[in-house]
Nanobody
Framework: QVQLVESGGGLVQPGGSLRLSCAAS????????MGWYRQAPGNPRELVAT???????NYADSVKGRFTIFRDNAKNMVYLQMNSLAPEDTAVYYC?????????WGQGTQVTVSS
């Protein structure tokens, strides 16, 4: 059984920064591709960023140059550093773990960008 718990969300002003954290347990963390996805009300869940077991990253075009995903395998943690935030980034952000056909999701953390 996989457990993923997100933290670090909140209210931030446009142009500000937040760092989201995802703590993983009950998995062999280093064998999983980790990712961040987000979902705004009325919209489908969309990819934000992923990082493979080998450290290869992938970003949505909308966040390239502003967001950075990184992982700490020793601590079973994955992070999303978000800079230059805009109102369009407002959403619930979800952590994911995947290996082959297996996929697990966290409960999500709310990020609101507003002045």
């Amino acid at each position: 059984q996989v457990q993923l718990v997100e933290s670090g969300g909140g209210l931030v002003q446009p142009g500000g920064s937040l760092r989201l954290s995802c703590a993983a347990s009950r998995i062999n963390f280093r064998f999983y591709t980790m990712g961040w996805y987000r979902q705004a009300p009325g919209n489908p869940r969309e990819l934000v960023a992923t990082i493979t077991t080998g450290g290869t990253t992938n970003y949505a075009d909308s966040v390239k140059g502003r967001f950075t995903i990184f992982r700490d395998n020793a601590k079973n943690m994955v992070y999303l550093q978000m800079n230059s935030l805009a109102p369009e980034d407002t959403a619930v952000y979800y952590c994911s773990a995947e290996s082959g056909v297996y996929r697990s999701w966290g409960q999500g953390t709310q990020v609101t960008v507003s002045s």
